[in-house]
């Protein structure tokens, strides 16, 4: 079964430091989504990508944060500074189309630890 | 989107159905129910989802009332894999890409030996 799949699993860095979390979605899914979970806390959503596009962001995706598909296969989450309050798990989602109800597939996550 | 209700913890014994309850009595007429789990340390898995009639796949079912105020998810043979955060999540559908899910705490399963 095809599946969303992210890389790397850990990530350690410095704070201040710029670091970049990839994602490989499902190869026919059109919507990409990133959503993070800082450790004991709800799931929240970041940022959602279509047509090469932001669709929809929410309060927490400020100008630190970026996204990108540079390749048609990756799509990449950047933040360029990063601060302590950084650390926590990311998710990379996809959906397959903007119709209808289908649902968003998510990966296993990076654990993203700022030093 | 409409807001869920849910437990915050239920036990299961193995083998046993677990049924997972979810109140959404503000849901819209065109909102889905969607239930994705999380095992530890893992990403959200998709369950199932549903409008107004009950569906059913191989990992679980899904019942929805006829008001659509509540529903439960059913895990008809549950195992010890099935331990993890259930959460249930309406969420309209506006064909404007905008289908963002807004997850709650969820119930917290535990499926004993």
């Known amino acids: 079964e095809p599946e969303v799949t992210q890389t790397p699993s850990h990530q350690v860095t410095q704070m201040g430091q710029e670091v970049i979390l990839r994602c490989v979605p499902i190869s026919n899914h059109l919507y990409f989504y990133w959503y993070r979970q800082i450790l004991g806390q709800k799931v929240e959503f970041l940022v959602s990508?279509?047509?090469?596009?932001?669709?929809?962001k929410s309060e927490i995706f400020d100008d630190q944060f970026s996204v990108e598909r540079p390749d048609g296969s990756n799509f990449t989450l950047k933040i360029r500074s990063t601060k302590l309050e950084d650390s926590a798990m990311y998710f990379c989602?996809?959906?397959?189309?903007?119709?209808?109800?289908?649902?968003?597939?998510f990966g296993d996550g990076t654990r993203l630890s700022i030093l | 989107d409409a807001k869920t209700t849910q437990p915050p913890s239920m036990d299961c014994a193995e083998g046993r159905a677990a049924n997972l309850p979810c109140n959404h009595s503000t849901i819209s007429g065109n909102e889905y129910v969607y239930w994705y789990r999380q095992i530890h340390s893992q990403g959200p898995q998709y369950i199932i989802h549903?409008?107004?009639n009950n569906e059913t796949n191989e990992m679980a079912s899904l019942i929805i009332t006829e008001d659509r105020k509540s529903s439960t998810l059913i895990l008809p043979h549950a195992t010890l894999r099935d331990t993890a955060v259930y959460y249930c999540i309406v969420r309209v559908d506006l064909g404007l890409g905008h289908s963002t899910l807004t997850f709650g705490k969820g119930t917290m399963l535990l499926v004993s030996p």
């Open positions: 990508f279509y047509n090469n596009e932001i669709s929809e």
């Open positions: 549903g409008l107004k």
């Open positions: 989602a996809s959906r397959v189309d903007r119709l209808g109800n289908q649902p968003q597939h």
